[in-house]
């Protein structure tokens, strides 16, 4: 059974940093694609940004400079560090194994988290 459980999520000011960590059980996690995605208040659920098994990272353009995408395999985790953030950056982020496809496609992956608040106060 695929589980993927965040953390780190918070209230911090504009201009703060958090990482959020995401765990992951039931995949052969060298070899798995993951990605993290966000849905803020009213709006649908958005690419934030994915690293492939070999270690390629992609952005969505408003976060590329100021969030980076890592993994630790020995510990199955995938991670976003995430600085400078912004009022707009509050949402619910989730954690999502890849399955086929475009990696800034929602339908892409077949797995979730339960997500993790981050809410940026200005």
């Known amino acids: 059974q695929v589980q993927l459980v965040e953390s780190g999520g918070g209230l911090v000011q504009a201009g703060d940093s958090l990482r959020l960590s995401c765990a992951a059980s039931?995949?052969?996690?060298?070899?798995?694609?993951m990605g993290w995605f966000r849905q803020a208040p009213g709006k649908e659920r958005e690419f934030v940004s994915a690293?492939?098994?070999?270690?390629?990272?992609y952005y969505t353009n408003s976060v590329k400079v100021r969030f980076t995408i890592s993994r630790d395999n020995a510990k199955n985790t995938v991670y976003l560090q995430m600085n400078s953030l912004k009022p707009e950056d509050t949402a619910v982020y989730y954690c999502?194994?890849?399955?086929?496809?475009?990696?800034?496609?929602?339908?892409?992956?077949?797995?979730w988290g339960q997500g993790t608040q981050v809410t940026v106060s200005s």
């Open positions: 690293i492939a098994w070999a270690g390629n990272t």
């Open positions: 999502a194994a890849f399955t086929s496809g475009a990696y800034n496609s929602i339908k892409s992956y077949n797995y």
């Open positions: 039931g995949v052969t996690f060298r070899t798995q694609t």
